[in-house]
């Protein structure tokens, strides 16, 4: 059967705000777990988005996809890429991720999350993470990254406890997708916080 995208939940429904449960080996051989994944990587590349968390098409299961292919980078300038720290990211699966912070270093930026269709908001993250979990044949994986990568890796795993974006967002940055490309692209999170701090 031809994988289709799914309907990707939005912040509201309750699957976002539960956590999500471990997957068994045997569940991760099955059939319909494979079907799933696939169907994952679809509904990301259709989105399209760079990480995608089983919640989001809601199942409550420790899967995550993430891929951030070239083709993503080219409304960004190569200053903003280097600035987000923004590479190329191969598709890869995550299964019942573990994540440690690995710094005391905290990096503020826009993120948008796919259940948060035309928002985006500046959030800040830890610089440097590492996640070890199982890849979609069963086999440890471990990955260490830094920057944006980091912060997709975050972002996605922040997902299976039930946390969404906004949770961690600096709120007075919220804004429209289409706001934000018009208002504030290629400003640093700090200048976007002097914009838009109260003075009191
Ligand atoms: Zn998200």
Redesign the pocket.
Known sequence: MANAPLEIVQVGNPVLRQPARELSSEELGSERVQKLIADMRETMRAAP?V???AP?IGEALRLVVIEDPPTHHGKLSAEELARLERSAVPFHVLVNPVLTVRTDEVVAAFE?????AGFTMVVPRAHKVRVEALDETGQRIVKVATGWYARILQ??V??LNGI??CDRMESRTLTTTANQVKFWKGKSADEVRAAVALDF
Request: include cysteine.
């Open positions: 988005g990480g995608l968390a989001q948008g999350c796919l259940s948060f972002h996605e922040d997902h969404v974006c």
